[in-house]
């Protein structure tokens, strides 16, 4: 029996036929998987000659399109843009220009696309065939004009906007280690829990926008707006239009949509009314009603608006002394003192010096990418100082430091403050009148220098640091050393 092979042998022809069989039934299984992939595509795919005759589509062509293939295949491209199948052909443009091209196109059924359409050259540099890809975008447009239709509400949001923007809660976690600072939270996070009327009392920079914010957070409306209102800093024939907004064509110059008030921006959270002493008596009758009745009502408006909003306030004046002299309405204060909160200065929390230093140090070497420490000596400074301008004074201290100082480590030197000599309180008590006050100064030279000395181990960087002469530096060391020691 003759094998296969032999057979194959002698017969070069069949071996042939057999080869080519297998060849096409591959290209067959190719032809299909491409078709797949073309049916597949989300996209819509077109598919034209160098001629511009349609040679196939896919689904999502007819889809896009509502045209069929049945009514497609083998029709010319130009014949459908004059019968106005299509606005416009991506495919004649890269027959005419031989490059690719992207525009956008509208069927009859409505539908607007955006295609993207590709020659296929030969080896001779002529189009055989064009692909076309097309992307439905329809939706796109329905939202553009949608977007166009709530232009008007937009608009009348724009103050929300502007205003949440502004006053994003972007701050840290309040930093308090002082038992003075630590009762007067705990009695915010009380408060935080009910919702009453609150006023926050004390100097200038104590962090009383500090306490509104810690109580917003922690209350029930700390998924709504936070709005901060400096009543000092608004004109007065301002004043109301910016916290109750105006119906359009209220006054000359209004905006023709209108707009709306902080107060209905704030609605459902926090309105705090900074500088509240120094509202004109005028605001204060509206403000009251808002107190009283929940509710406010635009310039020009003839109807009352209901708002839900808590209202915090703070000041650094005495308002009962306003009161007294007709400053300040009685009723509006009796409404804002339901429960008080008096905000410590600095200078009777100064536990809290050091981590506020700390916080603020971190923050700045984050911001301007230093490495800045102070002092142990720098930091004393710091805690003996009185703040008059509480945390606000401290805060630009050590800002205004860690710019301006040389080098990486702060010296009491590089501070804008306490440059005097200043005698430490607890020392204060062993001072009587036989104390002689040239060796009370010169024996803290000495104990200054003896640190200097300490710290940097030489004359020349320990005088550098105390701002003097090497040579007043060795004068002074061996004179005070001779002569308080010989005294010991």
């Not at 040679?55 to 106005?84: A, F, H, P, Q, W």
Request: glycine content about 6%; hydrophobic content about 35%.
């Amino acid at each position: 029996m003759v094998g296969k092979k032999e057979v194959l042998k002698d017969n070069p022809t069949h071996y042939n036929l057999d080869k080519m069989i297998v060849e096409l039934e591959k290209t067959k299984l190719l032809c299909r998987e491409l078709d797949a992939v073309i049916e597949c595509s989300y996209d819509g795919i077109y598919i034209a000659d160098g001629e511009a005759n349609t040679l196939r589509i896919n689904k999502s062509y007819e889809k896009i399109t509502g045209l069929k293939r049945e009514d497609m295949i083998g029709r010319n491209m130009r014949d459908l843009v004059k019968e106005g199948f299509i606005s416009q052909s991506g495919t004649l443009f890269v027959i005419k220009e031989k490059k690719p091209t992207t525009l956008e196109q509208t069927f009859k059924t409505g539908k607007k696309a955006m295609i993207s359409s590709n020659p296929i050259f030969n080896k001779n540099g002529e189009i055989i065939m064009v692909v076309t890809n097309v992307r439905d975008v329809t939706q796109l447009y329905e939202l553009k004009e949608q977007l166009a239709k709530n232009e008007e509400l937009a608009k009348k949001y724009y103050s929300e906007i502007q205003s949440i923007k502004n006053q994003l809660l972007n701050c840290s976690d309040t930093i308090a280690e002082d038992k003075n600072m630590l009762n007067t939270l705990r009695m915010a996070q009380k408060l935080a829990n009910v919702d009453t009327t609150v006023l926050l009392l004390g100097e200038t920079g104590v962090g009383k926008e500090v306490v509104a914010k810690y109580i917003h957070k922690n209350s029930k409306r700390n998924n709504k707006h936070f709005i901060k209102i400096n009543c000092g800093s608004i004109p007065e024939n301002l004043m109301e239009s910016e916290l109750f907004g105006y119906e359009k064509g209220a006054f000359t110059g209004a905006n023709k949509d209108g707009k709306i008030g902080l107060f209905e921006v704030a609605d459902g959270g926090t309105i705090f009314l900074d500088e509240v002493g120094e509202l004109p008596l005028d605001m204060q009758v509206k403000l009251l009603r808002v107190l009283q009745e929940n509710e406010i009502e635009r310039i020009g408006g003839l109807t009352p608006i209901k708002i839900n909003v808590r209202i915090l306030a703070a000041t650094n004046r005495n308002l009962e002394d306003m009161v007294s002299k007709k400053l300040f309405r009685e009723d509006l204060y009796y409404r804002l003192n339901v429960v008080p909160i008096v905000i410590p200065p600095l200078r009777e929390r100064k536990k809290d010096i050091v981590p506020l230093v700390e916080h603020f140090l971190q923050v700045l070497n984050k911001k301007y990418n230093l490495n800045k420490i102070f002092t142990s000596v720098a930091i004393e400074t710091l805690l003996n100082y009185h703040w008059p301008g509480n945390v606000r004074e401290l805060k630009n201290v050590v800002e205004r430091v860690v710019i301006m100082s040389n080098n990486d480590t702060i010296l009491k030197s590089d501070l804008p403050i306490g440059k005097e000599t200043v005698l430490l309180e607890s020392e204060l008590d062993y001072i009587d009148e036989e104390i002689n006050l040239k060796e009370l100064v010169e024996k803290y030279e000495l104990k200054f220098i003896n640190k200097a000395y300490e710290k940097y181990g030489n004359v020349r960087e320990a005088a550098d640091y105390l701002r003097i002469d090497p040579s007043t530096f060795v004068r002074k060391r061996k004179r005070y050393t001779d002569k308080y020691l010989l005294q010991k």
